[in-house]
């Protein structure tokens, strides 16, 4: 099982960018997936999840507004569009999947390597 994000790098606050994960070894629409993010020196924080069939998101309160999870199961991929940014969204954000729709790391037990998203100010 893979999970693979991409879409990360360096952006000026109040700029976007799209983070794609793809998943391989699994099937991808039978897991829920999420998105975590870890700021240095802080613990891994949840950021959004999508239910297998894409009809039901939640998000942490500090991206609602801001984020949008989606997914594309025919291709084993999910986003995370990130727009208004601001320099504390900067942090590692990994792609998760698993098998309860929710805010709790242990729900998810495939995990990817991340990707950096710096924003700066």
């Known amino acids: 099982v893979q999970l693979v994000e991409s879409g990360g790098g360096l952006v000026q606050a109040g700029g976007s960018l799209r983070l794609s994960c793809a998943a391989s070894g699994l099937t991808a629409g039978w897991y829920v997936m999420g998105w975590f993010r870890q700021a240095p020196g802080k613990e891994r924080e949840f950021v959004a999840a999508i239910s297998r069939t894409g009809d039901t998101a939640l998000y942490a309160d500090s991206v609602k507004g801001r984020f949008t999870i989606s997914r594309d199961n025919a291709k084993n991929t999910v986003y995370l569009q990130m727009n208004s940014l601001k320099s504390e969204d900067t942090a590692v954000y990994y792609c998760?999947?698993?098998?309860?729709?929710?805010?709790?790391?242990?729900?998810?037990?495939?995990w990817g390597q991340g990707t950096q998203v710096t924003v700066s100010s």
């Open positions: 998760a999947a698993g098998g309860e729709l929710g805010s709790r790391r242990d729900a998810y037990g495939y």
